[in-house]
Every structure is written in C-alpha cells, then in structure tokens.
C-alpha cells in the first residue's frame, strides 16, 4: 500500500465515571455507555486497537505491516494519545517503570503527559503526595489518611503537565484532557473513593503495595508548565516535549492556511474546528496518521490540533 494520510477511528472504554459529554463534546457514536475515556491512538494486539478507515484493519496490523510507514525501534507502536472528560474524579493511581512492570505484569511501563483543555473554576487534579519516606506514605496509605497524604492542584487551561513513572495523579471532575503516552495499558490504584463497579456490585481493585513499591518518595513532581508558542508559515505552534525513546507533543493553530514540515510519522488530533490537511478533510474529534517521509502539510480551515510522534532512542556507539 502506497503511503497516504489515513484517519484512524477511535476506540472507546466504558469507565465508572464516564457518561455522555464525550460523545456529544466530540461529536462521536458509539453503543459503548458509559464513556469513560476514547483512544484516538492506541494499539494494543488482541487488546484496545484503533481501526483504520476504509482499510479493514488495526492500527496494530498497520504497524506490523507497514514498519516503513513508522520506521520505529519498538516492537508494537510506542505512543498512545486520548481524551478524557470525566463526570467524576478518577482513582488515584500511578504507571510503573518499565523494568517492575516487566517484571510482575509482563508490559511495559507507561509514563504520560497531559495539556488540560478546559476546567472548571473549581477544576483540580491529583498531584503528588505529602510524604517524606516511604514509611510514612505506606502507613497514611494502610490506614486511608488521603487528606494528609495526597496533594491537589488547581487545573489550568492549556497548560501541560508532565507525569513520570512513580508519579501519583488523577484527572479531576469535569476537567476535559488531551493525554500522550506510551503506549501501554498498566494502572496501580491507591484509592478509588470506595465506589461499587455497576457491572460487577464490587469495589474495583486497588494496588497499595504496588503503588508502595513504585510511588516517588520525596516528592519532586513540578505540576503545570506554561509553553510559549511562535508563529512559522502561517502557523501558531507550541512544542511541549521531545524525548527520544517515549514521545513528541506539539500543538498547533491554523487560521484560513498554513504549512507544517513533519520529519518523522504522526498522529494529528483536531480538538477544535475543521478544515483539510494535505485534503484529507478532519474535523473536531478526528484523529489523522500522517507516514514518515510525505514531507510539509498545507493545512486549511480553522484547526486547534495535537501532533504526537515519537523519536528513535539513540544509541550509543561502541
């Protein structure tokens, strides 16, 4: 198959907390209820897996089939990207490190980013703890002292946030998300507001121990980072992270016409307006891959996207 621009359709997971919002904020149909979270990206074998339009494929396949569209070092496609508008607050949970999480779950670790699209004036998030050791963490944690352990944030709209493994966190009510990560499905609960699962009438899991063994103690997370953006060819773009070996974020703004330059493949997500992109026409909630090597995209229309990619880990010469 020649290379071409292809729309990737979402996936969709039932979440506790989920509802209705995402589908009419995005404008998507699904019989999954209640929405919780929809991957825009993801690519998991026999697992969550995005299908491609009009190919009658996975996302997953594409990238076993055609590695030069990707030309990555990994196994299976290494970033995920989704969006989240909870109707409740998520559980308190954290990702683990690649090397616990091959080691007692068989995956890989899933560090991650978010840029909080709107909030609420009362809008929070989860963020890191009080503890100064991890006795003390475990010992607040046994005995459910949450309002002396965990740490709080207000939400700020457009800013970014980064999330490294170990890290505690959750996306507050009603606080819309834009996520990037790897591209992996492992989650440690440590408290989860002791609701029932509808499905199940059980509590769901938690993982203190492993939230224990995994938690970053002392606490040095930096919480919300402002990015400037800069204007180039008819573009207002800002460029949020660029880490070989886990993930490239950039976001950009394109009002009537602009030109971007892509050096590596990418996943363009639209979280506003409409238009075309090298006339591939996208619109709000739409998600694009674009395959290494085609080069600059002219861009018209009024569009607020996301473009996540992903660089080569360099190795280093013998």
């Known amino acids: 198959m020649k290379k071409q621009i292809l729309k990737v359709l979402p996936f969709f997971e039932a979440r506790i907390w989920g509802g209705k919002r995402m589908l009419e904020t995005f404008n998507y149909e699904t019989d999954v209820f209640p929405v919780g979270e929809v991957y825009n990206v993801v690519a998991l074998p026999n697992g969550a897996d995005c299908l491609i339009e009009g190919k009658d494929m996975t996302l997953s396949t594409l990238y076993k089939d055609y590695p030069e569209w990707f030309n990555c070092d990994t196994e299976q496609l290494p970033i995920r990207v989704n969006l989240l508008d909870p109707l409740a607050d998520l559980s308190v949970q954290l990702h683990p490190d690649d090397a616990y999480a091959l080691q007692y779950d068989n995956s890989r670790g899933k ?49 970014f946030i980064d999330i490294p493994a170990g890290t505690l966190h959750a996306i507050g009510r009603d606080v819309l998300t834009y996520n990037i990560s790897r591209n992996a499905d492992l989650t440690y609960r440590l408290f989860d507001y002791d609701r029932i699962e509808v499905k199940t ?36 773009i800002t460029d949020y992270w660029d880490e070989p070996g886990l993930y490239t974020l950039s976001r950009i703004k394109v009002q009537e016409q602009g030109y971007y330059e892509m050096n590596r493949f990418a996943f363009i997500t639209v979280v506003e307006g409409k238009g075309e992109i090298s006339g591939t026409r996208i619109k709000k909630g739409e998600t694009i891959l674009v395959p290494e090597g085609l080069g600059e995209l002219k861009i018209t229309g009024n569009i607020d996207a996301f473009i996540a990619s992903y660089k080569n880990e360099k190795k280093e010469v013998e």
């Open 201 to 236: 009438g059980k509590k769901r899991e938690l993982h203190i121990d492993k939230v224990v063994d995994n938690v970053l103690v002392p606490d040095t997370s930096k919480g919300f980072v402002w990015y400037d953006s800069y204007l180039k060819d008819g573009c207002e």
């Open 111 to 159: 560090p991650e980013a978010w840029v909080i699209l709107d909030t609420p004036e009362d809008g929070k998030i989860e963020f890191g703890h009080h503890a100064k050791t991890k006795e003390e963490f475990a010992n607040l944690a046994h005995n459910k002292e949450w309002g002396n352990l965990l740490k709080y944030l207000p939400a700020k709209k457009d800013y």
